[in-house]
């Protein structure tokens, strides 16, 4: 009995010593770390294992290191599928095997007893088959006056930038993928977000404007040819066409032998060979 009485007081006093170390100096839980969660869009095949990436990193404004030993879970299409704790690079990878054709929802979010906190994060998995084709989309042909401020944290006055999307853009384009086309939105112009944010920002936009859902890519520091060519790598060679707003993309395409269509037309001269030209959106699909 003596022994047990023991047992249960040395439970107490680690207990209070936990709390204790756990507290701040003036007996009040500790303020939890600032973090910025990533995770990026995943691609795959019915049947086929994908990886979902993700990386926790600390949000302050001078300090963006990696955060190690944080669980986070992983959520698809609400469902939770597994916990995995970041590695010293802040890094986690998550193997999952979905079943049927179509896009889901990912979440990633912090554990909520962990010394982090960070808003919880979505992206999206698309789960494709190899044969239906594949439209890239330039992310600036669906911005009006493709406004590139979409990938900025704020206007000059410091309020939230929100462009406008294109006219028809968001109509004509769910007609294209609704029952052909699958489609992959890159930017084709300079970033004024790191690449981490700008795919999310990017993500929200097309949801919050009713853009049909389709795979963002991220762009790569090597340009769109290099994203192009890491596509083809992993087998998706049906990607045939492109819908763009600058000569730049339209050329990218051209070399890598895509058709392309820009809309708005560019003005004479400025228009590559080759490439064809739509005066608005509710053109393009008879361009393809």
Not at 3 to 17: D, E, G, P, Y
Not at 107 to 123: G, Q, Y
Not at 185 to 206: C, N
Not at 245 to 263: D, G, I, K, N, Y
Request: aromatic share 6%.
């Amino acid at each position: 009995m003596g022994s047990q009485l023991q047992a249960h007081r040395a439970i107490a006093v680690l207990f209070m010593l936990f709390v204790w170390v756990s507290a701040g100096p003036n007996g009040q839980a500790a303020e939890k770390i600032a973090g910025l969660l990533t995770v990026h869009d995943a691609l795959t095949l019915p049947n086929h294992s994908v990886q979902i990436e993700a990386r926790l990193t600390a949000a302050g404004p001078a300090d963006n290191r990696p955060l190690e030993g944080v669980p986070l879970h992983l959520r698809i299409d609400g469902k939770d599928i597994a916990t995995g704790t970041t590695n010293e690079a802040g890094q986690v990878s998550f193997e999952y095997l979905p079943k049927m054709r179509g896009t889901n929802v990912i979440s990633l979010s912090v554990d909520p007893a962990a010394s982090v906190s960070a808003e919880t994060r979505e992206a999206t998995l698309c789960v494709w088959e190899r044969r239906r084709p594949i439209v890239l989309v330039e992310v600036e042909s669906l911005l009006l006056g493709g406004d590139s401020s979409l990938l900025s944290d704020s206007t000059e006055n410091g309020e939230k930038s929100q462009p406008e999307p294109v006219p028809e853009a968001a109509d004509e384009l769910s007609k294209l993928t609704q029952y052909y086309y699958n489609v992959v939105y890159v930017s084709g112009g300079e970033l004024s977000s790191p690449a981490s944010a700008a795919g999310h920002k990017v993500r929200q936009w097309l949801k919050a404007h009713k853009f049909p859902a389709g795979f963002v890519a991220v762009p790569e520091i090597s340009g769109l040819g290099a994203t192009l060519d890491r596509f083809k790598q992993e087998g998706w060679t049906t990607m045939k066409s492109g819908i763009g707003r600058t000569r730049s993309f339209a050329e990218t395409l051209l070399q890598h032998r895509l058709e392309v269509v820009v809309v708005p037309e560019l003005p004479k001269g400025q228009l590559p060979r080759k490439a064809k030209g739509a005066h608005d959106w509710k053109e393009v699909r008879k361009k393809l």
